[in-house]
């Protein structure tokens, strides 16, 4: 079946840093991925969609310069955590569907819990 | 947008009853629910999906239900057992707005 892998799963840095964050479909084809941010116990919370050669779109609320998204080609996107501080500590979670309209599933890679000290 | 709403928010059952989880929703348009598993430390997984041309989609032990008239759908999970406990989350219309979750405890 369709899958979704994320790297790295975990990742400690220090503040002012930055982190980036692979999100790859195995094996299909996405021209769109979506970029979520989970806190303990709560729901998860679209910060983007990643458009294949395009810019990516943001949610209301999320900075597009501290969180840089790169789809360069159809199988990776990238989120990158620009000048990390603590309250950016979160798990990210990546996903995609197949190309094939808004009613095919959507897969999601398995997270990255990012702790910035 | 899209409003999705989710209860209930924890459900502890014992091992063998059933759990349902409920979701509604405000699109009327909306023609596909899924419904997705949670695991700790791990990312969403779909467990089971119906779209809007069905009223019931059964799956072993897991069953989704949609009414479309009343903008809701549920799912349904008989002869529960410890590895079914998770966070179940549903999803709205789009696929981009997830209701708030429900944390399902299976005792054994």
């Known amino acids: 079946g369709a899958v979704v892998s994320q790297h790295p799963s975990r990742v400690i840095c220090k503040s002012g840093t930055s982190v980036k964050i692979e999100c790859r479909s195995l094996?299909?084809?996405?021209?769109?991925m979506f970029w979520y941010r989970q806190f303990p116990k709560k729901s998860l919370m679209l910060m983007a969609t990643?458009?294949?050669?395009?810019?990516?779109?943001?949610e209301q609320g999320v900075e597009k310069d501290k969180f840089l998204i790169n789809h360069a080609s159809l199988t990776l996107s990238t989120l990158t955590v620009t000048s990390a501080h603590p309250e950016d500590s979160s798990f990210y979670i990546c996903?995609?569907?197949?190309?094939?309209?808004?009613?095919?599933?959507?897969?999601f890679g398995n997270g990255t819990r990012l702790t910035v000290t | 947008g899209e409003n999705v709403e989710q209860h209930p928010s924890t459900l502890s059952v014992q091992e063998g009853d059933s759990a349902v989880i409920k979701c509604t929703y405000s699109?009327?348009?909306?023609?596909?629910f899924p419904w997705y598993k949670q695991e700790l430390g791990k990312g969403p997984q779909l467990i089971i999906d119906?779209?809007?041309?069905?009223g019931e989609k059964k799956d072993q032990r897991i069953a989704v239900t949609l009414n479309k008239t009343a903008k809701h759908f549920s799912l349904h999970i008989t002869e529960t057992q410890p590895e079914d406990s998770a966070v179940y989350f549903c999803?709205?219309?789009?696929?981009?707005?997830f209701g708030a979750g429900t944390i399902l405890r299976v005792k054994s």
């Open positions: 119906i779209r809007s041309n069905v």
């Open positions: 996903s995609a569907s197949p190309p094939d309209g808004l009613n095919s599933p959507l897969h």
């Open positions: 999803a709205g219309a789009d696929k981009l707005v």
């Open positions: 990643s458009n294949e050669g395009s810019k990516a779109t943001y």
């Open positions: 699109d009327s348009a909306s023609n596909y």
């Open positions: 094996d299909f084809q996405a021209t769109t």
